[in-house]
């Protein structure tokens, strides 16, 4: 439970969703967490309050991730905020864009890259000189980067990218003894999965599984929390799904 006692972490798009059941999971295991949000304030600062009276530190940081800058902004804010060193980035926050290879628009193509993957990509790059040996870094990929679900053709092809960022990150940093690998969800119920909420849609998730009962957020996040501690000090590389045994 306290694994990662005197960890601080940055879990980008935290105040919803996997990211906030990540960030709730990285402070049950003891880590300072700075809690990223780009919209919901309010539910940012709710996910600061909760890790603060479960007796763990946490503060909230703001910034704009489909801007030019966003990831520069975010990073700026981070060494602000920093003592000592960053151990553990967990790079969620992401967009989706489910729609038809025909209506899929240039601007909202660009958006979807702009926060799937030039974000981490860029966060990465001004981070790691805050990391030290024994880093970790977690980004999130999904189902969908290695298996055809629905209208997702533009969100695979940025998952397929945090994939193949994970790799290449991976064999970059591991001579600082710095770990990156990425988490796969499948279906989860949240704000960008609300199909789910129907019956169709639920019919559908259960169908694809081998699990029978819909993903929780923390489901994810259990896994994100084992990927950044030590109980994982020799994974690096690696994409873990976590998704129920869908697609099998």
Known sequence: MNALTGKTALVTGASRGIGRASALALAHAGANV????????EQAQAVVDEIRQAGGGAESLCADLSTDDGAHELAR????????????????????????LENTTVEAFDTLFAINVRAPFFLVQQLVPLMQEGGSIVLISSLAAQAAVGSLIAYAASKGAVETMALHFAALLGERGIRVNAVAPGIVPTEMSSFTKTEAGRDFA??????????QPDDIAQAVAFLASDLARWITGEVLHVDGGSKL
């Open 34 to 41: 700075l809690v990223h949000y780009s919209k919901g304030a």
């Open 77 to 100: 804010q981070v060494r602000e905020k920093m003592t000592g060193s960053l151990d553990i980035l967990v790079a969620n926050a992401g967009s989706g864009l489910a729609t038809s």
């Open 206 to 215: 259960l169908g694809i599984q081998a699990l029978k009962r819909l993903a």
